[in-house]
């Protein structure tokens, strides 16, 4: 694993780099789920944006480590079904 003085935006322009290096695999593996890899760069560049799939899978290649992404669960149901 990388020292502990290593930058949120040093990590990110490591991440890019992975995706570009790794990038036929990255669509293979998650496009599906994802969507095209093509569309997210500018996203996945700005600063203080969310991590997408992409970006997580991508950063633990980077890191050498596993990441767990936790969410709470949601009920999908719309509000107006929830009344009548």
């Avoid at 036929?24 to 599906?32: A, F, G, P, S």
């Avoid at 950063?59 to 719309?78: A, K, M, Q, T």
Wanted: proline share 5%; charged share 20%.
């Amino acid at each position: 694993m990388p020292s502990l003085n290593v930058t949120p935006i040093e990590l990110r322009v490591r991440t890019i780099v992975e995706l570009v290096t790794n990038f036929d695999e990255y669509t293979y593996n998650y496009m599906d789920s994802v969507g095209p890899l093509q569309e997210r760069w500018k996203d996945i560049a700005k600063n203080y944006s969310y991590s997408d799939l992409y970006e997580l899978v991508s950063l633990c290649n980077v890191l050498g480590c596993n990441i767990r992404s936790l969410y709470p669960r949601i009920d999908y149901h719309s509000v107006s079904s929830r009344y009548f």
